[in-house]
């Protein structure tokens, strides 16, 4: 088997494996257990109608034929294709991580919320509704000369054990008419988040914690452990254990 692709909180979380042409999901639930061991890592290929197109060029994880590139994630306000195509609704936002890392951020209205959980954001305001997504990558491009536009894997990794810094959050709002806001519980621990920062990691063995946009949380060992899903595309997975070292937390040895 080989994992080809994820989907992350925003649509029911799960690992997409292919096992020939077919692709399966594994979905992920709090409670499930993991038992894959990681083997070699090369180009996952492409999914075209449901079916597995394999390559096994070594670079993962996608070699130059099968690498995607979107345009849109590049546009500031002037159009890129041959042809404008985003006359629909747009939504500006701005995303919170904890404790304090805030980024503005562009999607389609009717997908607004999905993308927030897609990304992980614990806390989110919708500040500007556009008719297009030319507009919207403008009014975008000149928030993020004082906001980020994008957040790295280790400030996610970071605000699992961490709440949003309420004075900071409301002091970038403060500029802006909020249309709505949203606050977000991906259930890791009672109280919302985790006691302590997990251990990042590539690996696919222990308990189900939880999934916080692409990050998974695993249980193993006593030690929890954070896992970009994206660092796990084009790996071969199978059954048994893991010849691989990790990284134990401190308190896994209490």
């Known amino acids: 088997m080989q994992l080809v692709g994820y989907e992350p909180s925003g649509r029911g979380s799960a690992l997409l494996l292919a096992n020939g042409d077919a692709v399966e999901r594994r979905e992920l639930e709090p409670g499930d257990e993991l038992t894959y061991a990681l083997g070699k890592r090369h180009c996952a290929g492409t999914i075209d109608d449901g079916q597995h197109i394999a390559c096994d060029r070594p670079s993962a994880p996608y070699c130059e034929f099968h690498t995607s590139t979107w345009v849109c994630a590049r546009?500031?306000?002037?159009?890129?294709?041959?042809?404008?195509?985003?006359?629909?609704?747009?939504?500006?936002?701005?995303?919170?991580?904890?404790?304090?890392?805030f980024k503005v951020g562009v999607t389609r209205h009717w997908r607004l919320e999905t993308r927030l959980r897609e990304q992980g954001a614990d806390r989110a305001a919708h500040v500007h509704t556009v008719p297009n997504g030319k507009i919207a990558r403008e009014i975008e491009a000149k928030i993020a000369t004082r906001l980020v536009d994008r957040v790295r894997t280790g400030p996610k990794v970071d605000a699992?054990?961490?709440?949003?810094?309420?004075?900071?959050?409301?002091?970038?709002?403060?500029?802006?008419?909020?249309?709505?806001?949203?606050?977000?519980?991906?259930?890791?621990?009672?109280?919302?988040e985790l006691d302590a920062r997990p251990v990042q990691e590539t690996m696919a063995r222990g308990t189900v914690v939880g999934v916080k946009g692409r990050l998974l949380v695993l249980e193993n060992g006593g030690t929890t452990y954070a896992v970009d899903m994206r660092d796990l595309v084009g790996y071969e997975f199978t059954e048994g254990e893991s010849e691989r070292n990790l990284q134990s937390s401190l308190g896994s040895f209490g």
């Open 75 to 101: 546009c500031t306000g002037t159009c890129l294709k041959d042809e404008m195509d985003c006359y629909e609704s747009h939504a500006v936002y701005i995303a919170a991580f904890a404790p304090d890392t």
């Open 160 to 192: 699992l054990a961490a709440e949003v810094d309420a004075n900071a959050w409301e002091a970038v709002l403060e500029p802006f008419d909020v249309i709505d806001r949203f606050a977000f519980d991906y259930e890791l621990a009672a109280d919302g």
